[in-house]
Protein backbone atom coordinates (compact mmCIF):
# COMPACT_ATOMS: atom_id res chain seq x y z
CA UNK A 1 0.00 0.00 0.00
CA UNK A 2 1.05 3.58 -0.39
CA UNK A 3 1.39 5.17 3.31
CA UNK A 4 0.83 9.28 3.65
CA UNK A 5 -0.05 11.38 6.59
CA UNK A 6 -3.67 8.96 7.43
CA UNK A 7 -1.60 5.97 7.03
CA UNK A 8 0.29 4.06 9.63
CA UNK A 9 4.07 4.76 8.82
CA UNK A 10 6.46 0.83 8.57
CA UNK A 11 5.04 -2.01 9.03
CA UNK A 12 0.87 -1.59 9.61
CA UNK A 13 -0.67 -3.81 12.02
CA UNK A 14 -4.06 -4.43 11.39
CA UNK A 15 -6.99 -3.71 14.34
CA UNK A 16 -4.68 -1.40 16.62
CA UNK A 17 -6.45 1.72 16.54
CA UNK A 18 -8.71 0.27 18.72
CA UNK A 19 -6.59 -0.65 21.34
CA UNK A 20 -7.17 2.84 22.51
CA UNK A 21 -8.90 5.28 21.76
CA UNK A 22 -7.81 8.74 20.93
CA UNK A 23 -8.47 11.91 23.38
CA UNK A 24 -11.39 13.52 23.04
CA UNK A 25 -10.69 17.51 23.51
CA UNK A 26 -12.94 19.15 26.27
CA UNK A 27 -13.17 16.09 28.26
CA UNK A 28 -9.86 14.69 29.14
CA UNK A 29 -6.85 16.56 30.66
CA UNK A 30 -4.62 16.81 27.84
CA UNK A 31 -2.06 14.96 26.34
CA UNK A 32 1.44 14.90 25.06
CA UNK A 33 2.98 11.99 23.22
CA UNK A 34 7.01 12.26 24.05
CA UNK A 35 8.93 9.63 20.78
CA UNK A 36 12.42 9.05 22.23
CA UNK A 37 13.86 9.38 25.62
CA UNK A 38 17.45 11.10 24.81
CA UNK A 39 18.57 14.52 26.49
CA UNK A 40 15.77 16.26 24.77
CA UNK A 41 12.50 13.81 25.23
CA UNK A 42 13.37 13.15 28.72
CA UNK A 43 14.22 16.29 29.77
CA UNK A 44 10.35 17.50 27.78
CA UNK A 45 8.87 14.94 29.72
CA UNK A 46 9.92 15.88 33.10
CA UNK A 47 9.32 19.54 32.68
CA UNK A 48 5.81 19.62 31.33
CA UNK A 49 5.11 16.58 34.28
CA UNK A 50 6.23 18.66 36.76
CA UNK A 51 5.72 22.30 35.87
CA UNK A 52 2.16 21.65 34.86
CA UNK A 53 1.51 20.06 38.18
CA UNK A 54 -0.62 17.06 36.92
CA UNK A 55 -2.83 18.98 34.35
CA UNK A 56 -1.31 17.50 31.41
CA UNK A 57 -1.19 13.90 31.05
CA UNK A 58 2.74 12.85 29.28
CA UNK A 59 3.24 9.32 28.05
CA UNK A 60 7.03 9.10 26.76
CA UNK A 61 7.88 6.10 23.93
CA UNK A 62 11.15 5.22 24.24
CA UNK A 63 12.81 1.55 23.43
CA UNK A 64 15.24 1.24 25.34
CA UNK A 65 15.27 0.59 29.59
CA UNK A 66 18.24 2.20 29.71
CA UNK A 67 19.55 5.16 28.02
CA UNK A 68 23.23 5.39 27.44
CA UNK A 69 24.35 8.59 27.07
CA UNK A 70 26.89 9.42 23.82
CA UNK A 71 28.18 12.64 26.22
CA UNK A 72 30.80 11.12 28.22
CA UNK A 73 30.90 7.58 26.17
CA UNK A 74 34.45 8.65 25.25
CA UNK A 75 35.63 8.84 28.82
CA UNK A 76 34.57 5.24 29.70
CA UNK A 77 36.89 4.60 26.34
CA UNK A 78 39.37 6.31 27.94
CA UNK A 79 39.49 4.44 31.21
CA UNK A 80 37.66 7.43 33.34
CA UNK A 81 34.21 6.55 33.87
CA UNK A 82 32.85 2.38 34.02
CA UNK A 83 30.31 2.10 31.38
CA UNK A 84 27.32 1.57 34.43
CA UNK A 85 28.30 4.94 35.40
CA UNK A 86 26.81 6.55 31.73
CA UNK A 87 23.55 4.22 31.80
CA UNK A 88 20.56 5.76 33.15
CA UNK A 89 16.76 4.69 33.69
CA UNK A 90 13.42 5.82 33.57
CA UNK A 91 11.82 4.81 36.94
CA UNK A 92 12.36 8.62 38.07
CA UNK A 93 10.02 10.04 35.61
CA UNK A 94 7.50 7.33 36.04
CA UNK A 95 7.34 7.43 40.08
CA UNK A 96 8.25 10.55 40.52
CA UNK A 97 6.36 12.69 38.32
CA UNK A 98 3.72 10.48 36.93
CA UNK A 99 5.20 10.00 33.40
CA UNK A 100 3.49 7.56 31.39
CA UNK A 101 6.90 5.36 30.02
CA UNK A 102 6.23 3.02 27.43
CA UNK A 103 9.51 0.72 25.95
CA UNK A 104 8.44 0.09 22.72
CA UNK A 105 8.92 1.35 18.84
CA UNK A 106 7.02 3.89 17.17
CA UNK A 107 5.82 2.48 13.93
CA UNK A 108 3.39 4.76 13.13
CA UNK A 109 2.39 8.63 13.58
CA UNK A 110 -0.85 9.69 11.67
CA UNK A 111 -0.29 13.20 11.83
CA UNK A 112 -4.01 14.15 11.09
CA UNK A 113 -5.86 11.83 13.40
CA UNK A 114 -3.12 12.73 15.65
CA UNK A 115 -2.36 9.31 16.89
CA UNK A 116 0.97 7.76 17.46
CA UNK A 117 1.37 3.99 17.31
CA UNK A 118 3.86 1.26 18.62
CA UNK A 119 5.08 -2.20 17.53
CA UNK A 120 3.06 -3.69 20.34
CA UNK A 121 -0.20 -2.44 18.93
CA UNK A 122 -1.18 0.04 21.18
CA UNK A 123 -2.42 3.78 19.92
CA UNK A 124 -1.74 6.83 21.55
CA UNK A 125 -3.85 10.06 20.78
CA UNK A 126 -1.65 13.41 21.33
CA UNK A 127 -2.72 17.08 21.46
CA UNK A 128 0.89 17.73 20.92
CA UNK A 129 3.65 15.50 19.79
CA UNK A 130 7.10 15.63 20.67
CA UNK A 131 9.38 13.83 18.32
CA UNK A 132 13.41 13.87 19.55
CA UNK A 133 14.60 10.62 17.47
CA UNK A 134 18.37 11.44 16.99
CA UNK A 135 20.53 10.49 14.48
CA UNK A 136 20.82 8.26 11.73
CA UNK A 137 23.51 7.40 9.52
CA UNK A 138 23.45 8.85 5.28
CA UNK A 139 23.53 5.49 2.96
CA UNK A 140 26.54 5.17 1.06
CA UNK A 141 27.99 8.45 2.86
CA UNK A 142 31.17 6.09 3.38
CA UNK A 143 31.47 3.64 0.31
CA UNK A 144 32.14 0.39 1.16
CA UNK A 145 30.85 0.60 4.99
CA UNK A 146 27.26 0.08 6.00
CA UNK A 147 25.42 -0.68 9.24
CA UNK A 148 25.83 -4.38 8.24
CA UNK A 149 29.68 -3.60 8.75
CA UNK A 150 29.56 -2.02 12.03
CA UNK A 151 30.38 -4.76 14.46
CA UNK A 152 33.53 -4.88 12.24
CA UNK A 153 33.81 -1.34 11.68
CA UNK A 154 32.19 0.69 14.55
CA UNK A 155 30.74 3.74 14.46
CA UNK A 156 29.93 3.86 17.90
CA UNK A 157 28.02 7.35 17.41
CA UNK A 158 24.88 5.66 19.46
CA UNK A 159 26.28 4.99 23.13
CA UNK A 160 25.94 1.43 24.43
CA UNK A 161 27.38 -1.79 22.84
CA UNK A 162 28.72 -0.25 19.72
CA UNK A 163 30.46 1.81 22.61
CA UNK A 164 31.46 -1.46 24.49
CA UNK A 165 32.60 -2.93 21.46
CA UNK A 166 34.68 -0.08 19.90
CA UNK A 167 36.82 -0.03 23.35
CA UNK A 168 37.51 -3.61 23.47
CA UNK A 169 38.77 -3.70 20.08
CA UNK A 170 41.40 -0.60 21.22
CA UNK A 171 42.03 -2.60 24.11
CA UNK A 172 42.98 -5.88 21.74
CA UNK A 173 44.93 -4.11 19.01
CA UNK A 174 48.21 -5.48 18.02
CA UNK A 175 51.84 -3.78 19.49
CA UNK A 176 52.32 -1.32 16.86
CA UNK A 177 48.83 -1.80 15.11
CA UNK A 178 46.78 1.20 13.61
CA UNK A 179 43.42 2.70 14.72
CA UNK A 180 42.03 4.77 11.97
CA UNK A 181 39.14 7.17 12.57
CA UNK A 182 37.43 8.06 9.58
CA UNK A 183 35.28 11.23 10.60
CA UNK A 184 32.02 12.67 9.63
CA UNK A 185 30.93 15.73 7.23
CA UNK A 186 29.59 18.14 9.13
CA UNK A 187 26.51 18.39 10.53
CA UNK A 188 27.06 15.75 13.10
CA UNK A 189 26.52 14.82 16.22
CA UNK A 190 28.48 16.20 18.83
CA UNK A 191 29.22 14.63 22.01
CA UNK A 192 30.87 12.36 21.19
CA UNK A 193 32.83 14.69 19.93
CA UNK A 194 35.49 12.96 16.97
CA UNK A 195 38.96 14.42 18.20
CA UNK A 196 38.50 13.72 21.82
CA UNK A 197 37.58 10.64 21.02
CA UNK A 198 41.20 10.47 19.42
CA UNK A 199 42.36 12.09 22.50
CA UNK A 200 40.65 9.05 24.95
CA UNK A 201 41.85 6.36 22.16
CA UNK A 202 45.78 8.11 22.70
CA UNK A 203 45.53 8.10 25.93
CA UNK A 204 44.58 4.15 26.22
CA UNK A 205 47.31 3.40 23.76
CA UNK A 206 50.33 5.09 25.39
CA UNK A 207 49.28 3.61 28.47
CA UNK A 208 49.70 -0.17 26.84
CA UNK A 209 50.56 0.24 23.64
CA UNK A 210 52.90 3.08 22.99
CA UNK A 211 54.28 1.93 19.55
CA UNK A 212 50.54 2.55 18.25
CA UNK A 213 49.24 4.83 15.43
CA UNK A 214 46.12 6.78 15.16
CA UNK A 215 45.22 8.05 11.69
CA UNK A 216 42.18 10.43 11.43
CA UNK A 217 40.81 10.41 7.80
CA UNK A 218 38.80 13.52 7.83
CA UNK A 219 36.81 15.55 5.23
CA UNK A 220 36.43 18.85 6.48
CA UNK A 221 38.59 21.76 6.27
CA UNK A 222 38.98 22.40 10.45
CA UNK A 223 37.05 21.47 13.27
CA UNK A 224 35.73 23.07 16.28
CA UNK A 225 38.82 23.07 19.04
CA UNK A 226 41.23 22.26 16.72
CA UNK A 227 44.01 24.44 17.96
CA UNK A 228 43.48 22.96 21.42
CA UNK A 229 43.02 19.46 20.32
CA UNK A 230 46.78 20.07 18.33
CA UNK A 231 48.19 21.42 21.35
CA UNK A 232 47.21 18.79 23.40
CA UNK A 233 48.48 15.88 21.03
CA UNK A 234 51.67 17.61 20.40
CA UNK A 235 52.08 18.00 24.52
CA UNK A 236 50.71 14.71 25.17
CA UNK A 237 50.74 12.15 22.59
CA UNK A 238 53.89 13.63 19.97
CA UNK A 239 54.29 11.23 16.80
CA UNK A 240 51.36 9.42 17.58
CA UNK A 241 48.05 11.06 15.60
CA UNK A 242 48.13 12.02 12.39
CA UNK A 243 45.57 13.58 10.36
CA UNK A 244 44.35 13.52 6.79
CA UNK A 245 42.36 16.17 5.98
CA UNK A 246 40.52 16.95 2.47
CA UNK A 247 43.74 18.78 1.07
CA UNK A 248 45.32 15.47 0.90
CA UNK A 249 42.88 12.58 0.27
CA UNK A 250 40.40 12.86 3.45
CA UNK A 251 37.27 13.61 1.35
CA UNK A 252 38.18 10.49 -1.12
CA UNK A 253 37.91 7.55 1.00
CA UNK A 254 36.43 3.91 1.17
CA UNK A 255 36.23 0.96 3.19
CA UNK A 256 36.69 -2.84 3.10
CA UNK A 257 35.69 -4.31 6.61
CA UNK A 258 36.75 -7.86 5.27
CA UNK A 259 39.92 -7.08 4.97
CA UNK A 260 40.16 -4.00 7.10
CA UNK A 261 41.37 -1.64 4.75
CA UNK A 262 40.87 1.74 4.40
CA UNK A 263 41.04 3.40 0.80
CA UNK A 264 42.70 7.20 1.05
CA UNK A 265 42.07 8.57 -2.43
CA UNK A 266 43.73 5.59 -4.07
CA UNK A 267 46.21 4.96 -1.39
CA UNK A 268 45.37 1.47 0.44
CA UNK A 269 45.70 1.04 4.11
CA UNK A 270 45.65 -1.96 6.32
CA UNK A 271 44.37 -0.77 9.91
CA UNK A 272 43.67 -2.99 12.95
CA UNK A 273 40.83 -1.11 14.10
CA UNK A 274 38.84 1.23 11.87
CA UNK A 275 35.91 3.47 13.60
CA UNK A 276 33.35 4.75 10.74
CA UNK A 277 31.83 8.06 11.68
CA UNK A 278 29.54 8.20 8.68
CA UNK A 279 27.48 11.30 7.53
CA UNK A 280 24.46 11.78 9.92
CA UNK A 281 20.52 12.50 9.27
CA UNK A 282 17.56 12.95 11.31
CA UNK A 283 16.31 9.91 13.08
CA UNK A 284 14.24 7.51 10.88
CA UNK A 285 10.87 8.66 12.34
CA UNK A 286 11.40 12.08 11.60
CA UNK A 287 11.56 11.35 7.55
CA UNK A 288 8.87 8.45 7.72
CA UNK A 289 6.41 11.64 9.16
CA UNK A 290 7.23 14.16 6.72
CA UNK A 291 8.83 15.78 9.19
CA UNK A 292 12.64 16.62 7.39
CA UNK A 293 13.91 18.78 4.11
CA UNK A 294 16.48 18.13 1.39
CA UNK A 295 18.90 18.30 4.29
CA UNK A 296 18.22 15.56 5.75
CA UNK A 297 17.33 17.43 8.98
CA UNK A 298 14.07 19.06 10.52
CA UNK A 299 13.28 22.73 10.06
CA UNK A 300 11.83 23.98 13.33
CA UNK A 301 10.49 27.54 14.68
CA UNK A 302 13.38 29.08 16.56
CA UNK A 303 10.72 30.51 19.27
CA UNK A 304 9.11 27.19 20.47
CA UNK A 305 10.77 24.13 18.58
CA UNK A 306 7.53 23.48 16.67
CA UNK A 307 8.16 21.77 13.43
CA UNK A 308 7.45 23.93 10.11
CA UNK A 309 5.82 21.46 8.97
CA UNK A 310 2.68 20.41 11.87
CA UNK A 311 2.21 23.00 14.15
CA UNK A 312 1.20 20.32 16.29
CA UNK A 313 4.49 19.10 16.77
CA UNK A 314 7.74 19.95 18.31
CA UNK A 315 11.23 18.58 16.99
CA UNK A 316 14.36 18.01 19.68
CA UNK A 317 18.00 17.95 19.75
CA UNK A 318 20.36 16.07 16.66
CA UNK A 319 17.62 16.08 14.54
CA UNK A 320 16.61 19.46 13.97
CA UNK A 321 18.13 22.48 12.10
CA UNK A 322 18.45 24.73 15.42
CA UNK A 323 20.10 27.77 13.62
CA UNK A 324 23.72 28.38 15.93
CA UNK A 325 23.38 25.60 18.19
CA UNK A 326 25.56 22.67 17.75
CA UNK A 327 24.11 19.03 17.87
CA UNK A 328 24.82 18.55 21.39
CA UNK A 329 22.88 16.83 24.59
CA UNK A 330 23.54 19.88 26.32
CA UNK A 331 21.79 21.91 23.37
CA UNK A 332 18.78 19.06 23.15
CA UNK A 333 18.13 19.47 27.20
CA UNK A 334 18.04 23.36 26.59
CA UNK A 335 15.86 22.95 23.41
CA UNK A 336 13.87 20.56 25.59
CA UNK A 337 12.83 23.17 27.91
CA UNK A 338 11.75 26.08 25.52
CA UNK A 339 9.44 23.62 23.66
CA UNK A 340 8.15 22.27 27.72
CA UNK A 341 7.29 25.96 27.86
CA UNK A 342 5.66 26.26 24.62
CA UNK A 343 3.75 23.47 25.25
CA UNK A 344 2.31 24.05 28.37
CA UNK A 345 1.30 27.89 27.69
CA UNK A 346 -0.57 26.45 24.33
CA UNK A 347 -2.56 23.46 26.06
CA UNK A 348 -2.99 24.88 29.94
CA UNK A 349 -2.68 28.93 28.85
CA UNK A 350 0.33 29.44 31.05
CA UNK A 351 2.91 31.72 30.86
CA UNK A 352 5.09 31.82 28.07
CA UNK A 353 8.79 33.66 28.29
CA UNK A 354 10.66 34.40 25.16
CA UNK A 355 13.01 31.68 24.31
CA UNK A 356 16.65 31.39 25.25
CA UNK A 357 18.67 28.26 24.95
CA UNK A 358 22.62 27.49 26.12
CA UNK A 359 25.20 24.66 25.08
CA UNK A 360 28.88 24.74 26.47
CA UNK A 361 30.62 21.33 25.63
CA UNK A 362 33.32 20.13 27.53
CA UNK A 363 36.36 17.73 26.05
CA UNK A 364 39.19 15.46 27.59
CA UNK A 365 42.66 15.69 26.10
CA UNK A 366 44.58 13.96 28.75
CA UNK A 367 44.27 13.15 32.68
CA UNK A 368 42.53 16.25 34.07
CA UNK A 369 43.35 18.31 31.03
CA UNK A 370 39.87 19.60 30.36
CA UNK A 371 38.63 22.38 27.82
CA UNK A 372 35.84 23.90 26.62
CA UNK A 373 33.53 25.54 24.23
CA UNK A 374 30.37 27.37 24.79
CA UNK A 375 27.26 29.85 23.73
CA UNK A 376 23.91 31.50 24.55
CA UNK A 377 21.33 31.64 22.26
CA UNK A 378 17.93 33.51 21.30
CA UNK A 379 15.17 32.96 19.18
CA UNK A 380 15.12 35.18 15.98
CA UNK A 381 12.59 35.16 12.99
CA UNK A 382 14.95 33.26 11.07
CA UNK A 383 16.84 31.14 13.53
CA UNK A 384 18.18 30.28 17.17
CA UNK A 385 21.20 32.71 16.82
CA UNK A 386 24.12 32.87 18.92
CA UNK A 387 24.18 35.64 21.32
CA UNK A 388 27.81 35.43 22.97
CA UNK A 389 29.90 32.63 23.25
CA UNK A 390 33.27 31.50 25.31
CA UNK A 391 36.07 28.92 24.18
CA UNK A 392 39.15 27.58 26.39
CA UNK A 393 42.71 28.73 25.30
CA UNK A 394 45.79 27.57 24.30
CA UNK A 395 48.69 27.63 26.95
CA UNK A 396 45.99 27.74 29.75
CA UNK A 397 48.04 26.28 33.12
CA UNK A 398 47.31 23.00 34.50
CA UNK A 399 45.17 24.05 37.40
CA UNK A 400 42.55 25.57 35.01
CA UNK A 401 42.19 22.89 32.69
CA UNK A 402 41.95 20.67 35.98
CA UNK A 403 38.97 23.04 37.09
CA UNK A 404 37.65 22.48 33.81
CA UNK A 405 37.36 18.73 33.67
CA UNK A 406 36.01 19.14 37.44
CA UNK A 407 33.24 21.32 36.15
CA UNK A 408 32.26 19.05 33.49
CA UNK A 409 31.96 15.96 35.97
CA UNK A 410 29.49 18.16 38.05
CA UNK A 411 27.83 19.25 35.03
CA UNK A 412 27.14 15.71 34.08
CA UNK A 413 25.46 14.86 37.28
CA UNK A 414 23.85 17.91 37.16
CA UNK A 415 22.11 17.27 33.62
CA UNK A 416 21.62 13.79 33.93
CA UNK A 417 19.47 14.53 37.30
CA UNK A 418 18.01 17.25 34.99
CA UNK A 419 16.93 14.64 32.44
CA UNK A 420 15.69 11.69 34.80
CA UNK A 421 14.79 13.18 37.90
Keep these: MTFNRRNFLGVAIAGTAALSAPRVLGQAKPHVVIVGGGAGGATAAR ?3 KDSDGAIDVTLIEPTRKYYTCFFSNLYIGGFRDFASIGHTYGGLASDYGVNVVHDWVIGVD ?3 MTVTTAAGHSFGYDRLIVAPGIDFVEGSVPGWSTAAQNKMPHSWKAGSQTQLLKAQIEAMPEGGTYCMVAPPNPFRCPPGPYERVSMVAHVLKASNPTAKILIVDPKEKFSKQ ?3 EEGWNKHYAGMIERVGPDFGG ?3 SVNPDAMEVDID ?3 EKVDVCNVIPAQKAGHIAHAMGLTNDSGFCPIDPATMQSQVDENIHVLGDATIAGDMPKSGFSANSQAKVAAMAVRGALTDSRVFPA ?5 CWSLID ?3 GIKVGASYQATDEKIA ?4 FISQTGEDAALRKATFEESLGWYAGITADMFG
Design 386 to 389: KVDG
Design 356 to 360: KYSNT
Design 111 to 113: RDA
Design 47 to 49: YIA
Design 251 to 253: ANV
Design 367 to 369: TED
Design 227 to 229: ALF
Design 266 to 268: GTV
